[in-house]
């Protein structure tokens, strides 16, 4: 079993940032994608951004040139540094992490609430 761990976050002013942190502990496949969702009361869960083990990131066009993601391979950690964030983006951001092995496996961490306002 595979688990996720959340840390960092919590409330900033506009136009301050955050780093989020997630680190995967259990039996975790070499080759995998890790990212983060977020998501609010009036809203689907959505992609924020994704790094696979081998370095390619994926951003969501909202976030684009604010939000930095990275991990560490050999600490199966990942990172999101949030630079000028915005009210909009007050949500639970959830730590993602997608492999293959015998079928597609996902999980989760618990998700901790990121607030932006003065």
């Known amino acids: 079993q595979v688990q996720l761990v959340e840390s960092g976050g919590g409330l900033v002013q506009p136009g301050g940032s955050l780093r989020l942190s997630c680190a995967a502990s259990g039996s975790i496949f070499t080759i995998n994608t890790m990212g983060w969702y977020r998501q609010s009361p009036e809203k689907q869960r959505e992609l924020v951004a994704a790094?696979?083990?081998?370095?390619?990131?994926f951003y969501a066009d909202s976030v684009k040139g604010r939000f930095t993601i990275s991990r560490d391979n050999a600490k199966n950690t990942e990172y999101l540094k949030m630079s000028d964030l915005k009210p909009e983006d007050t949500e639970v951001y959830y730590c993602?992490?997608?492999?293959?092995?015998?079928?597609?496996?996902?999980?989760w961490g618990q998700g901790n609430q990121d607030t932006v306002s003065s």
């Open positions: 790094v696979s083990t081998r370095a390619y990131t």
């Open positions: 993602h992490l997608l492999e293959y092995v015998q079928g597609r496996r996902e999980y």
